[in-house]
């Protein structure tokens, strides 16, 4: 069965120090990948998905970046956090076809910036 | 251009039926979707309509699409305090491997 990881699940950091969330999924192949953010009170806003590997599309131009090193792996990363980076990040998964018909989401990652 | 919109918040008591409403923007979306997010966690596929059906049921859950209007709804009878959660309404734009999401409803179910 398919299965998504996504660590850590809390964090803190201060203001201008780098990020890096991971994300992997096991028993699929090929997967569409994707990083949302939900901030407090709003609602979930898509950040990158990804068709392949070294694939990325941006969908909001900010402070963050998406990479795809392997199939399977998605990274969230950023050189230098904002406050308004906090937010609670989630990683999703739904397989390769023409149509999207589901996606399976990690447990989230709470991220505060302080 | 690609917009999902839900209204913020909805309160119903125990028992009684929940509608939560969605309006979308892309004509081209194929599949139309409801997810819930309990609290401080992902989000989970409730149920999903092809965009040629007008309506959908599934035990207590009843999708109506409104093709002309771009309106989405959920219903959900008999509603329980374990319904409490945010649902999301999304899309599925054509040609596009996007999932977009709307604002999410707070339900809360009142004993």
């Known amino acids: 069965s398919q299965t998504i990881h996504q660590w850590p699940a809390t964090l803190v950091q201060p203001v201008g120090s780098p990020l890096s969330l991971e994300c992997t999924v096991e028993?699929?192949?090929?997967?569409?990948l994707y990083w949302y953010r939900q901030a407090a009170g709003r609602g979930l806003q898509l950040l990158f998905y990804?068709?392949?590997?070294?694939?990325i599309s941006s969908e909001v131009p900010q402070n963050l970046s998406a990479s795809r090193p392997q199939d399977r792996q998605f990274i969230l990363s950023s050189k230098k956090l904002l406050l308004s980076d906090s937010g609670f990040y989630l990683c999703?998964?739904?397989?390769?076809?023409?149509?999207?018909?589901?996606?399976?989401f990690g447990q989230g990652t709470r991220l505060t910036v302080v | 251009g690609e917009d999902v919109e839900q209204s913020l918040f909805l309160s119903v008591r125990e028992g009684d039926s929940s509608v939560i409403n969605c309006t979308y923007t892309?004509?081209?979306?194929?599949?139309l979707y409801w997810y819930k997010q309990e609290p401080g966690a992902g989000l989970q596929l409730l149920t999903y309509i092809f965009s040629n059906m007008d309506m959908k049921q599934d035990q207590r859950l009843t999708v109506l699409l409104n093709k002309k209007d771009k309106h989405l709804s959920l219903r959900i009878a008999d509603t329980q305090t374990g319904d409490s959660a945010i649902y999301f309404c999304?899309?599925?734009?054509?040609?596009?491997?996007?999932?977009?999401f709307g604002s999410g409803t707070r339900l809360l179910v009142r004993p």
């Open positions: 999304a899309e599925s734009p054509r040609s596009s491997y996007k999932l977009i």
């Open positions: 892309d004509s081209s979306s194929t599949y």
């Open positions: 990804s068709v392949g590997i070294g694939q």
């Open positions: 028993g699929t192949s090929n997967p569409n």
């Open positions: 999703a998964w739904s397989a390769t076809a023409p149509v999207v018909t589901e996606a399976f």
